[in-house]
């Protein structure tokens, strides 16, 4: 009893006070009685909520009660329910487009709603740059994204959620592995060695785009795999909306870091009056959607006698049948779960989330795992005087890798050795071990799958604290700090006496290799902004000033002739070597940079009227990158829409929103290495003493793009079609680059601005059109198409080589040479004239443009459907007017191949009549081809439970979905929509090359999604 009493009332009980703890008791119970007894006074109301125009049922609108956390949402059908409501209760009902509305109970069970319909599209809230603004107020080329425009299914990393979705953005795949990086262009690739993707912005915060990880360095002798996606840290379920800043004039508040577009991130955050706990879980199975169809083992044995190899030998028919691309490859599963709190009221709003991802790849030994932690919170102090944020995302990422390196040789990786090994070799020697052939160079699939080990764990966190005081009611000032933390461990080993590597590892001993890389970068900004409002005139202004560091640290140890056992782990054991006599088994590196960005912006946004809309924007920024007489770049932009629909003139019966746009600015790019204007320093190994690496140069400056913009936005039938057209033309001056050091200086490099000009110019359109919004079903489709060019208009310099090709005879071979007059990355070769009298390739004697990879023209199309508790989405995209050179082709899948008792595909055999089998493989035209492609990327199906008032849960949805459903394309390779991020050649990038890329899979998943 004693224990009891202490439970409950907070100290042990003297028996004199036994007594009192009774009446304690008895006073709490009796509250819990009388609070009982008022509870049961309340009831549970349901209701409907319809659109007032055409009596539809309204999805997704927040039924709260005044004053209260208290809230749900309608389901599929517009109907809610909410229980335990009191008699003289409030309900407040909300919905994006529509006028709020407040309905009293009055004692009803039962409270119906139709909400009048504000011109939705037009409000639509658009974040840009530092702000908000709405859609019809807009002087810019943005896009935006929320959550029922994204794509669907098993989502590794933000970019996916948009992939297709918006004009002028394209995404092209490094690799089909889950976790693998996203070639993204906005609007064209602008630049020939610096960095060309965009600048993402995580909740205000810019986040650095280096890589938080190494890929592997191929030393270990399976090639260079590129580092992981560095914004795999986010997970997509956090997101609430995405916005991209196409064009000079919304991207230029971000000055030197906006040339290649800005990609803004909101995430989720609680909503005042309602508090809702969400739970969703997934289980997705995935195969590759298309594998090599290569030679059966009987065909192979007719294609090598046609060789001239002797079937009867052991080396070309050692008796089995092995189907090396099943030993690879797997049905992979992926699992993801993801629970949310949040809420608030008038003062604080909260959100909290965890998410878990396991992600398995379609090749065994392959695969992501992920852990994501986020709060996002809100308070207001002082009568709204005082705002305060945080908000916080700390995850894990472990990446689980295999040997597929983009710029293997003969030797291959896991990918071409499960094409091309003899289909005829078993797996297993009959003692057990790993079947080999007996030459030094030959790997067996399943051991390369199994001794080669690869991995990487990335944690980071971001984080940002702000805090904004309304110091008048149209002043307000912010402060901004974030801090954003990242450290990669990538390690690989290869075990010792691994078939195929005597080569490559000293001794054949051995490998291990431990990278790390630490990116830090800590932001601090200050904002102003005044709002002033008199009547037809308005004006929104903003200064801010910025300050970014950015520290990136690296450092690695490798360590070769291991003396451990078979299977030991090597990696974590580096000091098990023999390290004697000659034997040098540790090598080891480290370097560190750091570079500062201080910068001063100011935007003014006039609307006269809501007829002539102006915006000018103007950003410094100083930069420790760039030389002492240019640290500081100037970026201005000017914006003007006219809303047409307001005018008289403008039949409103017909245009219900009609807007002219034009914008003009200039924006920059920094991404090169830290300390380029200096002199530089390295150790000299021989002479024990330093050698110059860099010679300096004060006057190099900013990379910069000029950009014009012409719009027109219009929306006809009230709203039901409507769309924009965008015409723009970007031209990129003073790119940077690296140069050979002028004699007779020592150092290697001087960097430099080229005179020259990469001009791209085209067309978007957008289209949306409600095809039927009724009481039963709803049909909306969305299209969007990008049409490009490419090309650079002056090039000062010689020719800059790019484009290397990779596989036995084409070491050093080169196809992309950048040239003036041409699109970067184009493809200059030989043409294919046949074969002569003895079976040979022959090839015209100069190399002519032949295509670029830059495809024309790209587009999507997304029809979405409602009727009654269903819903289902399909969404398509291709692309037009591209090319893609099949490297894997030219080096792998060639009749010389099957001469050196190789396996080929049918394609192989069939397209080369007339072939020799000792023809060796030459690059040319005969490999390029069209990357012309009509893909079902997505399409999903959902149900949305009918649940009674009393149910456990305030909604239910179940849902399927696929993805990479359906390939349409004429390329004989696996995927068109690919490219080699290894083909850099000296620094330079390259595009549309693909050598034996990790497959695309085609998945179907299985989801459910819980409200409570």
């Given at each position: 009893?004693?224990?009891?009493?202490?439970?409950w009332?907070?100290?042990?009980?003297?028996q004199?006070?036994?007594?009192?703890?009774?009446?304690?008791?008895?006073?709490?119970?009796?509250?819990?009685l009388?609070?009982?007894?008022?509870?049961?006074?309340?009831?549970?109301?349901?209701?409907?909520?319809t659109?007032?125009?055409?009596?539809?049922?309204?999805?997704?609108?927040?039924?709260?009660?005044?004053?209260t956390?208290?809230?749900t949402?309608?389901?599929?059908t517009?109907?809610?329910k909410?229980?335990?409501v009191s008699?003289n209760?409030?309900?407040?009902?909300?919905f994006?487009?529509?006028?709020?509305?407040?309905?009293?109970?009055?004692?009803?069970?039962?409270?119906?709603v139709s909400?009048?319909?504000?011109?939705?599209a037009?409000?639509?809230?658009?974040?840009?740059?530092?702000?908000?603004?709405t859609?019809?107020?807009a002087?810019?080329?943005?896009?935006?994204?929320?959550?029922?425009?994204?794509?669907?299914?098993?989502i590794?990393?933000?970019?996916?959620?948009?992939?297709?979705?918006?004009?002028?953005?394209?995404?092209?795949?490094?690799?089909?592995?889950?976790?693998?990086?996203?070639?993204?262009?906005?609007?064209g690739?602008?630049?020939i060695?610096?960095?060309?993707?965009?600048?993402?912005?995580?909740?205000?915060?810019?986040l650095?785009?280096g890589?938080?990880?190494?890929?592997?360095?191929?030393?270990?002798?399976?090639?260079?795999?590129?580092?992981?996606?560095?914004?795999?840290?986010?997970n997509?379920?956090?997101i609430e909306?995405?916005?991209?800043?196409?064009?000079?004039?919304?991207?230029?508040i971000?000055?030197?870091?906006g040339a290649?577009?800005?990609?803004?991130?909101?995430?989720?955050?609680?909503?005042?009056?309602?508090?809702?706990?969400?739970?969703?879980?997934?289980t997705?199975?995935?195969?590759?959607y298309?594998?090599?169809?290569?030679l059966?083992?009987?065909?192979?044995l007719?294609?090598?006698?046609?060789a001239?190899?002797?079937?009867?030998?052991?080396?070309?028919?050692?008796?089995?049948?092995?189907?090396?691309?099943d030993?690879?490859y797997?049905?992979?599963?992926?699992q993801n779960?993801?629970?949310?709190?949040?809420?608030g009221?008038?003062n604080?709003?909260?959100?909290f989330s965890l998410?878990y991802?396991d992600?398995?790849?379609t090749?065994?030994?392959?695969?992501?795992k992920?852990?994501?932690?986020r709060?996002?919170?809100?308070?207001?102090?002082?009568d709204n005087?005082?705002?305060?944020?945080?908000?916080?995302?700390s995850?894990?990422?472990?990446?689980?890798?295999?040997?597929?390196?983009?710029?293997?040789?003969?030797?291959?990786?896991?990918?071409?050795?499960a094409?091309?090994t003899?289909?005829?070799?078993?797996?297993?020697s009959t003692d057990?071990s790993?079947?080999?052939?007996?030459?030094p160079?030959?790997r067996?699939?399943?051991?390369?799958l199994?001794?080669?080990?690869?991995?990487?764990?990335t944690?980071?966190?971001l984080?940002?604290?702000?805090g904004t005081?309304n110091?008048?009611?149209?002043?307000s000032?912010?402060?901004?700090?974030?801090?954003?933390?990242?450290?990669?461990?990538?390690?690989?080993?290869?075990?010792?006496?691994t078939p195929?590597?005597?080569t490559?590892?000293?001794?054949?001993?051995g490998?291990?290799?431990i990278?790390?890389?630490?990116?830090?970068?800590?932001?601090?900004?200050?904002?102003?902004?005044?709002?002033l409002d008199?009547g037809?005139?308005?004006i929104?202004?903003?200064?801010?000033?910025?300050?970014?560091?950015?520290?990136?640290?690296?450092?690695?140890i490798?360590?070769?002739?291991f003396?451990?056992?078979?299977?030991?782990?090597?990696?974590n054991n580096?000091n098990f070597?023999?390290?004697?006599g000659?034997?040098?088994?540790y090598?080891?590196g480290?370097s560190?940079?750091?570079?500062?960005?201080?910068?001063?912006?100011?935007?003014?946004?006039?609307?006269?009227?809501d007829?002539?809309?102006?915006?000018?924007?103007l950003?410094?920024?100083?930069?420790?990158?760039f030389?002492?007489?240019?640290?500081y770049?100037?970026?201005?932009?000017?914006?003007?829409?006219w809303r047409?629909?307001?005018?008289?003139?403008v039949?409103k019966?017909?245009?219900?929103d009609?807007?002219?746009r034009?914008?003009?600015?200039?924006t920059?790019?920094?991404?090169?290495?830290?300390?380029?204007?200096?002199a530089?320093?390295?150790p000299n190994?021989?002479?024990?003493?330093?050698?110059?690496?860099?010679?300096?140069?004060p006057?190099i400056?900013?990379?910069?793009?000029?950009?014009v913009?012409?719009?027109?936005?219009?929306a006809l039938?009230?709203g039901?079609?409507?769309?924009?057209?965008?015409?723009?033309?970007?031209s990129t001056?003073n790119l940077?680059?690296?140069?050979?050091?002028?004699q007779p200086d020592?150092?290697?490099?001087r960097?430099?601005?080229?005179?020259?000009?990469?001009?791209?110019?085209?067309?978007?359109?957008?289209l949306?059109?409600?095809v039927l919004?009724?009481?039963?079903l709803d049909?909306?489709?969305?299209?969007?198409?990008t049409?490009?060019?490419n090309?650079?208009?002056?090039?000062?310099v010689?020719?800059?080589?790019?484009?290397?090709?990779?596989?036995?005879?084409?070491?050093g071979?080169f196809?992309q040479?950048?040239t003036?007059?041409?699109?970067?990355?184009?493809f200059?070769?030989?043409?294919?004239?046949g074969?002569d009298?003895?079976g040979?390739?022959?090839?015209?004697?100069?190399?002519?443009?032949?295509?670029?990879?830059?495809p024309?023209?790209t587009?999507?199309?997304?029809?979405?459907?409602?009727?009654?508790?269903?819903?289902?989405?399909?969404f398509?995209n291709?692309q037009?007017?591209?090319?893609v050179?099949?490297?894997?082709?030219?080096?792998?899948?060639?009749?010389?191949?099957?001469?050196?008792?190789?396996?080929?595909t049918?394609?192989?055999?069939s397209s080369?009549?007339?072939?020799?089998?000792?023809?060796?493989?030459?690059?040319?035209?005969f490999?390029?081809?069209?990357?012309?492609?009509?893909?079902?990327?997505n399409?999903?199906l959902?149900?949305?439970?009918?649940?009674?008032a009393?149910?456990?849960a305030?909604?239910?949805?179940?849902?399927?979905?696929?993805?990479?459903?359906l390939?349409?394309?004429?390329?004989?390779?696996?995927?068109?929509?690919?490219?080699?991020?290894?083909?850099?050649?000296?620094?330079?990038?390259?595009?549309?090359?693909?050598?034996?890329?990790?497959?695309r899979?085609?998945?179907f998943?299985?989801?459910?999604?819980?409200?409570?």
């Amino acid at each position: 009893m004693k224990n009891h009493f202490y439970r409950w009332f907070g100290r042990p009980m003297r028996q004199g006070a036994v007594s009192t703890g009774l009446l304690k008791f008895a006073a709490i119970a009796v509250a819990m009685l009388l609070s009982i007894g008022a509870y049961a006074q309340d009831k549970t109301v349901t209701g409907k909520v319809t659109d007032s125009g055409d009596g539809s049922g309204l999805p997704g609108v927040s039924v709260s009660v005044k004053g209260t956390n208290k809230g749900t949402q309608t389901d599929a059908t517009g109907s809610f329910k909410l229980s335990n409501v009191s008699d003289n209760a409030v309900l407040v009902f909300s919905f994006v487009g529509y006028a709020k509305q407040e309905v009293s109970v009055g004692g009803r069970s039962q409270v119906n709603v139709s909400l009048a319909s504000e011109t939705k599209a037009l409000e639509e809230v658009v974040v840009v740059g530092y702000g908000t603004t709405t859609k019809k107020d807009a002087t810019g080329g943005v896009v935006a994204l929320t959550a029922k425009d994204f794509n669907k299914g098993v989502i590794a990393s933000p970019e996916q959620l948009l992939q297709g979705r918006a004009a002028g953005v394209q995404m092209t795949p490094n690799s089909g592995e889950p976790g693998a990086g996203i070639n993204i262009r906005i609007r064209g690739t602008t630049s020939i060695r610096s960095g060309n993707g965009p600048l993402y912005v995580v909740d205000g915060i810019p986040l650095d785009g280096g890589n938080t990880s190494d890929g592997t360095d191929g030393s270990a002798g399976v090639g260079t795999t590129a580092a992981r996606n560095p914004l795999n840290f986010l997970n997509p379920s956090d997101i609430e909306n995405i916005s991209v800043l196409k064009d000079a004039s919304s991207a230029a508040i971000y000055g030197s870091r906006g040339a290649n577009g800005v990609v803004l991130i909101t995430t989720k955050k609680g909503k005042s009056g309602q508090s809702n706990l969400n739970f969703s879980a997934s289980t997705a199975i995935s195969n590759n959607y298309k594998n090599y169809d290569v030679l059966s083992t009987a065909d192979f044995l007719k294609q090598a006698t046609a060789a001239g190899l002797d079937v009867n030998n052991k080396l070309i028919n050692a008796g089995s049948n092995t189907n090396w691309q099943d030993q690879v490859y797997r049905t992979a599963i992926a699992q993801n779960y993801n629970l949310s709190y949040g809420g608030g009221n008038d003062n604080t709003n909260y959100f909290f989330s965890l998410g878990y991802n396991d992600q398995q790849g379609t090749i065994k030994n392959s695969g992501m795992k992920k852990v994501t932690a986020r709060v996002n919170a809100t308070h207001k102090l002082f009568d709204n005087k005082v705002v305060l944020a945080v908000a916080m995302t700390s995850t894990k990422v472990t990446d689980q890798l295999s040997a597929t390196g983009g710029d293997i040789g003969f030797e291959g990786n896991v990918i071409s050795t499960a094409i091309k090994t003899n289909p005829t070799y078993p797996v297993y020697s009959t003692d057990g071990s790993y079947f080999t052939n007996g030459t030094p160079s030959f790997r067996n699939p399943v051991s390369l799958l199994n001794q080669y080990r690869g991995g990487v764990v990335t944690n980071r966190t971001l984080m940002n604290i702000s805090g904004t005081w309304n110091i008048l009611p149209n002043l307000s000032y912010k402060a901004n700090f974030g801090y954003d933390n990242s450290d990669g461990v990538t390690r690989t080993s290869v075990d010792p006496n691994t078939p195929g590597f005597a080569t490559n590892i000293p001794g054949n001993q051995g490998y291990a290799r431990i990278a790390n890389r630490y990116l830090t970068t800590t932001t601090l900004e200050h904002t102003l902004n005044y709002k002033l409002d008199l009547g037809k005139n308005k004006i929104d202004a903003l200064a801010g000033f910025s300050y970014q560091q950015f520290e990136n640290q690296s450092n690695f140890i490798q360590a070769n002739f291991f003396v451990s056992p078979a299977g030991f782990d090597l990696v974590n054991n580096i000091n098990f070597v023999n390290n004697s006599g000659t034997n040098k088994a540790y090598t080891g590196g480290s370097s560190k940079g750091m570079s500062e960005l201080q910068s001063y912006f100011s935007r003014v946004n006039y609307n006269y009227a809501d007829k002539y809309l102006l915006t000018a924007t103007l950003r410094v920024d100083g930069s420790s990158k760039f030389g002492a007489n240019n640290k500081y770049g100037y970026f201005p932009s000017f914006a003007g829409a006219w809303r047409l629909s307001n005018e008289e003139f403008v039949p409103k019966e017909v245009f219900s929103d009609l807007k002219l746009r034009a914008g003009w600015g200039i924006t920059g790019n920094q991404e090169f290495p830290t300390n380029t204007s200096l002199a530089t320093y390295a150790p000299n190994s021989s002479s024990g003493g330093l050698q110059k690496e860099n010679v300096p140069n004060p006057d190099i400056k900013w990379e910069t793009t000029t950009a014009v913009n012409i719009g027109l936005d219009f929306a006809l039938m009230k709203g039901r079609l409507s769309g924009t057209v965008e015409y723009f033309n970007k031209s990129t001056n003073n790119l940077l680059f690296p140069f050979a050091a002028p004699q007779p200086d020592v150092a290697t490099t001087r960097w430099s601005n080229i005179p020259a000009d990469i001009r791209n110019k085209g067309v978007e359109v957008s289209l949306n059109y409600q095809v039927l919004a009724g009481k039963k079903l709803d049909w909306e489709i969305s299209a969007n198409a990008t049409f490009l060019k490419n090309e650079i208009a002056r090039l000062d310099v010689a020719t800059i080589q790019t484009g290397n090709l990779y596989g036995q005879g084409l070491s050093g071979a080169f196809i992309q040479p950048i040239t003036q007059g041409y699109p970067l990355y184009g493809f200059f070769l030989a043409d294919f004239l046949g074969y002569d009298e003895n079976g040979n390739t022959k090839l015209s004697a100069d190399k002519t443009y032949k295509g670029s990879p830059f495809p024309t023209m790209t587009w999507g199309l997304n029809n979405s459907f409602n009727l009654g508790s269903w819903n289902a989405s399909l969404f398509i995209n291709g692309q037009q007017g591209g090319y893609v050179y099949n490297n894997t082709a030219n080096a792998v899948l060639n009749r010389a191949s099957v001469k050196q008792g190789n396996n080929v595909t049918y394609q192989t055999i069939s397209s080369t009549t007339g072939q020799s089998f000792g023809d060796a493989p030459v690059p040319s035209a005969f490999y390029l081809e069209k990357s012309d492609f009509i893909r079902v990327s997505n399409f999903s199906l959902g149900y949305t439970f009918k649940l009674p008032a009393n149910s456990f849960a305030k909604s239910l949805n179940v849902s399927l979905t696929g993805q990479n459903l359906l390939l349409i394309s004429n390329y004989s390779g696996l995927d068109p929509e690919v490219t080699n991020t290894a083909a850099v050649r000296n620094g330079v990038p390259s595009l549309g090359i693909d050598y034996i890329s990790y497959p695309r899979a085609r998945t179907f998943s299985l989801g459910i999604n819980a409200n409570f």
